[in-house]
C-alpha cells in the first residue's frame, strides 16, 4: 500500500509564511486532502482537491502539488493555526484504500 | 447542522470483539461514503475502513483487514464497524468520517468525536 511522508515538526514566526509538505507515489495521480487537529479536537478539514477550501476555513491556507509532493500553505500564520496537520490521499491502486501522512506539528512563534 | 455520534467503545479483552456504530445526521446519508479513522494514544491519524454509499464498494487496511467489517445500513442512517480477534495495538479513538463524495474521494469533511476502544486484560 502507499504511504505518506510528512516532516514531524515545523515553526514559524507569527505573520510568516509556512509550508508543509507530503511526500508519496499516489500523489501523482491524486491531489491529498489536509486536516488540522487541535488537542482533543477531531481533526478539521481544510484543503481538498485542487486547492478548495471547505467553508469557514480562512483563506491564509491554500494547496499545491507538483508530482509526488504536496504542500499546504499557510499565508500570515495564527497563534490558533497551532496544530497538528496531516495529509490524506487514496491509493493510486484504485481499491478502495486510503493512507494518512504521519502528520506535522505546527508551532507558532 | 451534520452530525456523526459514535457509540459502542469500551474496555474489552484481546480477542474479543466489540461493534461500533456512527448515527447519522443533517445530510442525505445514502448520498455520501463513510469511513472509520482510529487515532492511538498520543500517535496519528490512521485510516481503518471505508465504504461506498450503496455497499459497493469496500475497503480496509492492512492492520485490520480479515478481523474487521464496515457496514452501513441507510435506511437507519448508520454506519457500522464489527471488530472480532482485538488486539492491544487496536486500542484508539475511533472516528467517524464522512466522505465528500458518493465514492470514496478520501476528502472527510466531517467528523464525529470519537469513541475510545481500548483493549487490555
Known amino acids: 500500500s502507499s504511504e505518506l511522508t510528512q516532516d514531524p515538526a515545523v515553526s514559524v514566526a507569527l505573520g510568516q509564511t509556512v509550508r508543509i509538505t507530503c511526500q508519496g507515489d499516489s500523489l501523482r495521480s491524486f491531489y491529498p486532502s489536509w486536516y488540522q487537529q487541535k488537542p482533543g479536537q477531531a481533526p478539521v478539514l481544510v484543503i481538498y482537491g485542487n486547492n478548495n477550501r471547505p467553508s469557514g476555513i480562512p483563506d491564509r491556507f491554500s494547496g499545491s502539488s507538483s508530482g509526488n509532493t504536496a504542500s499546504l500553505t499557510v499565508t500570515g500564520a495564527q497563534a490558533d493555526d497551532e496544530a497538528d496537520y496531516y495529509c490524506?490521499?487514496?491509493?493510486?491502486?484504485?481499491?478502495?484504500?486510503?493512507?494518512f501522512g504521519g502528520g506535522t506539528k505546527l508551532t507558532v512563534l | 447542522e451534520v452530525q456523526l455520534v459514535e457509540s459502542g467503545g469500551g474496555l474489552v479483552q484481546p480477542g474479543r470483539s466489540l461493534r461500533l456504530s456512527c448515527a447519522a445526521s443533517?445530510?442525505?446519508?445514502?448520498?455520501?461514503?463513510m469511513h472509520w479513522v482510529r487515532q492511538a494514544p498520543g500517535k496519528g491519524l490512521e485510516w481503518v475502513s471505508g465504504i461506498n454509499w450503496d455497499s459497493g464498494k469496500i475497503g480496509y487496511a492492512d492492520s485490520v483487514k480479515g478481523r474487521f467489517t464496515i457496514s452501513r445500513d441507510n435506511a437507519k442512517n448508520s454506519l457500522y464497524l464489527q471488530m472480532n480477534s482485538l488486539r492491544p495495538e487496536d486500542t484508539a479513538l475511533y472516528y467517524c468520517a464522512k466522505d465528500r463524495g458518493y465514492s470514496a474521494l478520501g476528502d472527510f469533511d466531517y467528523w464525529g468525536q470519537g469513541t475510545l476502544v481500548t483493549v487490555s486484560s
Open positions: 443533517g445530510f442525505t446519508f445514502d448520498d455520501a461514503a
Open positions: 490524506n490521499s487514496r491509493d493510486s491502486s484504485g481499491n478502495l484504500l486510503m493512507v
